[in-house]
């Protein structure tokens, strides 16, 4: 297809069925400020590369769909205007395509590129989900989980959302939730939420072995693994909670909406908690490359009977 193109490295990985890791672009457009979210990126696709894989970051670059963007790209979109780059979603990548914009692709843009690449495993921070107090805006995040099979890994979901009815529709959308190393669903920026996921796993291997058996039984859906924030980085309930509160009050006070509640939220809760959340953010978002680099390790490994 002329609209997608892999960057040679991660052609010539896939192609040796070497361990390949997507990770998105919008949280490098609109979710982390300038040097932060270029610095980010970077350590992420370090992180993969330490954890054994080879990165993937994808973007829309002037209406070309890029898999395996290059640090130069990825300078050029953290310091470009969010509001110069289309956050891309399902809806949005045929709107940057057919435009030749620049397009960032969400988790659910960046779940379409990595199937379309022949990509299995990919690392963001946090996944949309269903808002708080607003029940039917429900994260395309979350019905392209049930819908494309590639495995996501995330921090669980901030508690910018309504945690009960994100899980809800995820089991609507028939999308197993994984627990890594832990029972409950990890909250983004605090280990737990009180909510319990569908298993606990404890390392790559279960995971990879639940990812192939989801493949043998031709699931068309993806699967959710969530990894709590590494311990020493997590903040508190008490600050993060006040903060995501002022943030969303916020948001509904000045009638922001549609896809501009999350960019929002999220540079919000930045600013209240002083930066204090951007520890935790970056810390959890390379423990996340490290872990799926892991797991798309141990999913290239040949199969022995
Ligand atoms: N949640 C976060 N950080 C993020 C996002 C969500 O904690 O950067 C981004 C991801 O790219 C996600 C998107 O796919 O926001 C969801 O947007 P929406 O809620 O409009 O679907
Ligand atoms: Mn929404």
């Known amino acids: ?10 052609q010539q990985a896939l192609a040796e069925n070497r361990p390949v890791i997507a990770l998105e672009s919008t949280l490098i457009t609109h979710g982390l400020p300038y040097p932060h979210n270029r610095d980010t990126a970077l350590s992420m696709e370090k992180a993969a590369r330490e954890g054994g894989a080879v990165p993937a970051t994808i973007a829309v670059l002037k209406g070309q769909i890029t898999v395996g963007i290059s640090e130069d790209d990825v300078e050029r979109l953290a310091q470009t205007s969010s509001e110069d780059v289309r956050k891309c979603s399902r809806r949005d990548l045929p709107i940057a395509v057919g435009l030749g914009e620049d397009g960032a692709t969400t988790v659910a843009g960046t779940m379409i590129v990595a199937n379309m690449a022949g990509i299995k495993v990919f690392a963001t921070g946090g996944i949309g989900g269903v808002h ?16 494309t099979p590639v495995a996501v890994v995330c921090g669980g979901a901030k508690s910018i959302l309504d945690l009960p009815l994100t899980m809800e529709t995820l ?20 280990r737990s939420s009180g909510l319990r996921v569908d298993v606990r796993v404890d390392g790559p291997v279960q995971v990879a072995s639940i990812i192939k058996a989801a ?6 859906h993806g699967i959710l693994i969530t990894v709590p924030v590494p311990a020493e980085e997590a903040i508190s309930d008490e600050l993060a909670e006040s ?15 549609g896809k501009d509640v999350t960019p929002f939220v999220l540079g919000r809760v930045l600013e209240i908690t002083e930066g204090q959340s951007m ?12 872990v799926a680099a892991q797991i798309a390790a141990e999913l290239s490994q040949p199969v022995t009977i």
């Open 1 to 10: 297809m002329s609209h997608l193109h892999i960057s040679e490295e991660v």
């Open 215 to 220: 493949n043998e039984l031709k699931a068309q």
């Open 171 to 190: 089991e609507t959308q028939g999308v197993p939730v994984l627990g890594y190393q832990t029972d409950e669903l990890p909250a983004f920026f605090s």
């Open 279 to 290: 520890k935790a953010n970056v810390a959890l978002l390379r423990n996340n490359a490290f």
């Open 132 to 147: 708080r107090g607003h029940p039917f805006d429900v994260s395309a995040d979350l019905i392209e989980l049930g819908r």
């Open 243 to 257: 903060a995501i509160q002022q943030a969303t009050e916020e948001a509904d006070t000045q009638g922001i909406h």
